[in-house]
């Protein structure tokens, strides 16, 4: 659908006029030296390059994710189906049960050896042994690991680990600290005896050919009719994925690798996606729920592969902007019937640099440049607001720079910072094999932020001076050879996941953004183009620098060479020889200027208690169809029912703070108003929106409004 009719030729040979935007926009920020020091702040739009709006309608007030459930999300699989949670019901298993097969099941009693561990280790460890092999001899599927007592002694800890190699070889071991600080304990878990077990130096062996390497229990006689790969939907409230999926694979004794799912899904939101795991009955995840709180699965089947990252369509957004203002209902409803009709700038949102008050993007120039003991700093250094405990670690490390000490205290949340000390524990001063240690997909996002740092700005550029009613020459444009489904892969070539819009996702891209058979599809546009009316501007793309990919024909590719160049990067050549971390080994990929939100539906809401959902979740119609009322939530194990009329909103899990990192303890968080009945208005938009594609930025301009987490802060107060 074209924006408006083609324009004539004099129009399209002649400049067009600038585009009305809200904030002025210039290109004095190429020469503004942006340092650690000026960016030490809560981190606004204009400093990404977020700064156009498409249309110059009015915006209102609104509140957004004033309630984690005021922000849903429903994954959309790659065969355009949304993804909910329908049923807890189990699907019919093939299972012949005389042809499992338990490794332990060989009518040998065990009494012996339990006295014997019990004068080895005391009466607690012992019962505790004495209770989970029960289970494990029964073939029961809650047979989880148990972790011994603490116990500082080493030489006391090699006996232990040698009396079950000796005793129990069905059984694996392996040392871990029960919480942060503390003495290191003994966890006992249960192995197939067919591989899977720990070797000499603790690294875990891989299984035979035909297994993974990860817990194999049952694989060696799964039913070669039935998928060996259990799919599920997961349902979480206020949890990331990863966070969610840890929760479940340590329920389960399974690594959590050991998972594949098409993407991550926001951690203050309420959202439903698929995941898939190796060779696990339904059976055993489904009793899970009784004991999962804040997370549930279910709709499960058996499947022949498993979930990678971006396989998906995109995700159905549900949001609930409260406290709706405006000089009058007209103005709203303008603005909603406007964002259906004129899209938004596809930017990427805030979320993609972090909400810290060091962004990533300027930890990814410092990773182009070659700069790995800076770019170490900025990761572990203080920074503002963080919690106490963080901050006290980052400055006791400043200051003395003993990595002991400073792993003992710091969060093991913050999974960058203790890959890059217990690397330097090992190899003092060697700060590029430090951020190697960083898990891949968290290192990578630094510099693929840097990338769509300089896509913003070039959008902002590429609207405020040409609009978005004409193409102008030089454009860079979707071939419309291609298939739609071939579209929607260069809209996402880098299949990053899909964390749109959560307060701490990870994001997991491939270096290898744009594949070189996809670069003949983007073309320059040409005077023929222009006269023949093929292209609008909902065909436009920019690209993500990289080696492989084209810049426009015109001044906007100026834009990210001399931003690039201010901050000391080439985007031709590297001055390093480290490849993850160089611009030439990245291919890079072309992203849309504009979207429109899909099936794009919204109303307006009366209420006057802001504790009441003004949207059902997947769970709530699954209760209200099976005829329950409440939910039954347990916090630190007191029991918290929470139903429709309640005045508060129970938050279980890591509550998600300012820096973006999580507290790793059990919140509950209230939501109080002091003046229930006074009429309130809230808008609640329903739309579906290309995996990449940021909610927020469609908000954003609904509401003409920063989207960041401090400014929808201050508007509760």
Same mark, same amino acid.
């Given at each position: 659908? *074209?924006?408006?009719?083609?324009?004539?030729?004099?129009?399209?040979?002649?400049?067009?006029?600038?585009?009305?935007?809200?904030?002025?926009?210039?290109?004095?920020?190429?020469?503004?030296?942006?340092?650690?020091?000026?960016?030490?702040?809560?981190?606004?739009?204009?400093?990404?390059?977020?700064?156009?709006?498409?249309?110059?309608?009015?915006?209102?007030?609104?509140?957004?994710?004033?309630?984690?459930?005021?922000?849903?999300?429903?994954?959309?699989?790659?065969?355009?189906?949304?993804?909910?949670?329908?049923?807890?019901?189990?699907?019919?298993?093939?299972?012949?049960?005389?042809?499992?097969?338990?490794?332990?099941?060989?009518?040998?009693?065990?009494?012996?050896?339990?006295?014997?561990? *019990?004068?080895?280790?005391?009466?607690?460890?012992?019962?505790?042994?004495?209770?989970?092999?029960?289970?494990?001899?029964?073939?029961?599927?809650?047979?989880?690991?148990?972790?011994?007592?603490?116990?500082?002694?080493?030489?006391?800890?090699?006996?232990?680990?040698?009396?079950?190699?000796?005793?129990?070889?069905?059984?694996?071991?392996? =040392?871990?600290?029960?919480?942060?600080? &503390?003495?290191?304990?003994?966890?006992?878990?249960?192995?197939?005896?067919?591989?899977?077990?720990?070797?000499?130096?603790?690294?875990?062996?891989?299984?035979?050919?035909?297994?993974?390497?990860?817990?194999?229990?049952?694989?060696? +006689?799964?039913?070669?009719?039935?998928?060996?790969?259990?799919?599920?939907?997961?349902?979480?409230?206020?949890?990331?994925?990863?966070?969610?999926?840890?929760?479940?694979?340590?329920?389960?004794?399974?690594?959590?690798?050991?998972?594949?799912?098409?993407?991550?899904?926001?951690?203050?939101?309420?959202?439903?996606?698929?995941? =898939?795991?190796?060779?696990?009955?339904?059976?055993?995840?489904?009793?899970?729920?009784?004991?999962?709180?804040?997370?549930?699965?279910?709709?499960?089947?058996?499947?022949?592969?498993?979930?990678?990252?971006?396989?998906?369509?995109?995700?159905?957004?549900?949001?609930?902007?409260?406290?709706?203002?405006?000089?009058?209902?007209?103005?709203?409803?303008?603005?909603?019937?406007?964002?259906?009709?004129?899209?938004?700038?596809?930017?990427?949102?805030?979320?993609?640099?972090?909400?810290?008050?060091?962004?990533?993007?300027?930890?990814?120039?410092?990773?182009?440049?070659?700069?790995?003991?800076?770019?170490?700093?900025?990761?572990?250094?203080?920074?503002?607001?963080?919690?106490?405990?963080?901050?006290?670690?980052?400055?006791?490390?400043k200051e003395h720079g003993d990595v002991d000490s400073t792993l003992k205290k710091l969060p093991r949340f913050l999974v960058a910072e203790r890959a890059i000390l217990q690397c330097l524990k090992?190899?003092?001063?060697?700060?590029?094999?430090?951020?190697?240690?960083?898990?891949?997909?968290?290192?990578?996002?630094?510099?693929?932020?840097?990338?769509?740092?300089?896509?913003?700005?070039?959008? &902002?550029?590429?609207?405020?001076?040409?609009?978005?009613?004409?193409?102008?020459?030089?454009?860079?444009?979707?071939?419309?050879?291609?298939?739609?489904?071939?579209?929607?892969?260069?809209?996402?070539?880098?299949?990053?996941?899909?964390?749109?819009?959560?307060?701490?996702?990870?994001?997991?891209?491939?270096?290898?953004?744009?594949?070189?058979?996809?670069?003949?599809?983007?073309?320059?546009?040409?005077?023929?183009?222009?006269?023949?009316?093929?292209?609008?501007?909902?065909?436009?793309?920019?690209?993500?620098?990289?080696?492989?990919?084209?810049?426009?024909? +015109?001044?906007?590719?100026?834009v990210y060479h001399d931003l690039a160049k201010k901050d000391g990067i080439s985007l031709t050549e590297s001055v390093h020889g480290a490849k993850e971390f160089s611009i030439s080994n990245l291919?890079?990929?072309?992203?849309?200027?504009?979207?429109?939100?899909?099936?794009?539906?919204?109303?307006?809401?009366?209420?006057?208690?802001?504790?009441?959902?003004?949207?059902?979740?997947?769970?709530?119609?699954?209760?209200?169809?099976?005829?329950?009322?409440?939910?039954?939530?347990?916090?630190?194990?007191?029991?918290?029912?929470?139903?429709?009329?309640?005045?508060?909103?129970?938050?279980?899990?890591?509550?998600?703070?300012?820096?973006? +990192?999580?507290?790793?303890?059990?919140?509950?968080?209230?939501?109080?108003?002091?003046?229930?009945?006074?009429?309130?208005?809230?808008?609640?938009?329903?739309?579906?929106?290309?995996?990449?594609?940021?909610?927020?930025?469609?908000?954003?301009?609904?509401?003409?409004?920063? =989207?960041?987490?401090?400014y929808h802060k201050s508007l509760n107060h």
């Amino acid at each position: 659908m *074209r924006l408006r009719a083609p324009p004539s030729l004099s129009a399209l040979l002649s400049p067009p006029k600038p585009y009305l935007f809200s904030k002025p926009f210039s290109l004095s920020y190429l020469y503004r030296p942006r340092t650690l020091a000026t960016m030490a702040k809560t981190l606004d739009e204009s400093d990404v390059g977020i700064s156009c709006y498409v249309s110059s309608l009015a915006g209102f007030r609104g509140i957004l994710k004033q309630r984690y459930s005021d922000f849903i999300v429903n994954e959309v699989d790659s065969d355009g189906n949304i993804v909910r949670l329908t049923s807890f019901d189990l699907p019919p298993e093939e299972f012949d049960e005389k042809v499992r097969e338990n490794p332990c099941s060989d009518g040998k009693d065990y009494t012996l050896e339990i006295e014997s561990f *019990r004068s080895l280790c005391g009466e607690v460890d012992a019962d505790a042994l004495k209770a989970f092999l029960g289970k494990v001899l029964a073939s029961e599927s809650d047979a989880s690991p148990i972790v011994l007592s603490p116990d500082p002694d080493k030489s006391h800890r090699a006996e232990v680990h040698n009396f079950f190699k000796r005793n129990f070889k069905f059984l694996v071991t392996d =040392t871990v600290e029960e919480s942060e600080g &503390s003495s290191k304990c003994i966890r006992v878990r249960f192995s197939s005896g067919k591989g899977g077990g720990m070797s000499k130096r603790g690294m875990k062996r891989k299984d035979t050919k035909d297994d993974k390497p990860f817990d194999s229990r049952g694989s060696k +006689n799964w039913p070669e009719h039935i998928g060996k790969f259990l799919r599920f939907n997961l349902y979480k409230e206020n949890k990331d994925t990863q966070e969610a999926l840890g929760l479940i694979g340590k329920m389960l004794g399974v690594h959590q690798r050991s998972f594949g799912f098409a993407g991550t899904k926001d951690k203050r939101a309420v959202t439903t996606q698929r995941v =898939t795991i190796f060779k696990q009955h339904a059976k055993r995840l489904a009793e899970l729920n009784s004991r999962l709180f804040g997370v549930k699965v279910g709709d499960f089947c058996y499947v022949k592969e498993g979930l990678v990252l971006g396989q998906l369509a995109g995700n159905r957004f549900t949001i609930t902007l409260r406290v709706v203002a405006a000089d009058c209902k007209d103005t709203i409803k303008a603005a909603a019937d406007g964002l259906q009709r004129n899209g938004f700038i596809n930017y990427y949102g805030l979320q993609r640099f972090g909400s810290g008050s060091v962004p990533t993007h300027l930890v990814g120039a410092a990773l182009l440049r070659g700069e790995w003991k800076g770019a170490a700093a900025l990761i572990l250094d203080p920074r503002e607001g963080e919690r106490p405990i963080t901050r006290e670690a980052r400055e006791y490390y400043k200051e003395h720079g003993d990595v002991d000490s400073t792993l003992k205290k710091l969060p093991r949340f913050l999974v960058a910072e203790r890959a890059i000390l217990q690397c330097l524990k090992k190899s003092p001063g060697n700060y590029l094999q430090a951020l190697k240690a960083i898990p891949r997909t968290l290192r990578m996002m630094y510099v693929h932020s840097y990338q769509s740092f300089l896509w913003n700005h070039a959008a &902002s550029m590429r609207v405020q001076k040409y609009g978005i009613s004409q193409m102008v020459l030089g454009d860079l444009v979707l071939c419309k050879e291609i298939s739609p489904a071939e579209m929607a892969s260069s809209d996402n070539p880098d299949l990053e996941d899909d964390c749109n819009d959560g307060d701490n996702c990870l994001l997991d891209l491939s270096d290898g953004v744009h594949s070189e058979e996809k670069v003949q599809f983007v073309k320059v546009v040409d005077s023929e183009d222009l006269l023949k009316g093929l292209y609008t501007f909902e065909d436009v793309v920019l690209p993500l620098p990289g080696s492989k990919i084209l810049y426009p024909a +015109n001044d906007i590719a100026g834009v990210y060479h001399d931003l690039a160049k201010k901050d000391g990067i080439s985007l031709t050549e590297s001055v390093h020889g480290a490849k993850e971390f160089s611009i030439s080994n990245l291919k890079g990929a072309y992203r849309r200027v504009f979207q429109r939100p899909i099936d794009f539906v919204w109303e307006l809401l009366d209420y006057t208690d802001d504790n009441i959902p003004l949207v059902e979740t997947d769970l709530d119609i699954m209760q209200k169809d099976s005829g329950l009322s409440n939910k039954e939530v347990f916090v630190d194990g007191i029991s918290v029912s929470q139903t429709k009329n309640l005045d508060s909103e129970v938050s279980i899990g890591k509550h998600m703070v300012e820096d973006g +990192n999580a507290d790793p303890s059990p919140t509950i968080e209230l939501v109080h108003n002091t003046d229930i009945q006074s009429p309130k208005l809230a808008l609640k938009l329903a739309f579906t929106l290309p995996t990449s594609c940021y909610a927020t930025m469609a908000v954003r301009e609904l509401l003409k409004s920063s =989207t960041s987490v401090s400014y929808h802060k201050s508007l509760n107060h």
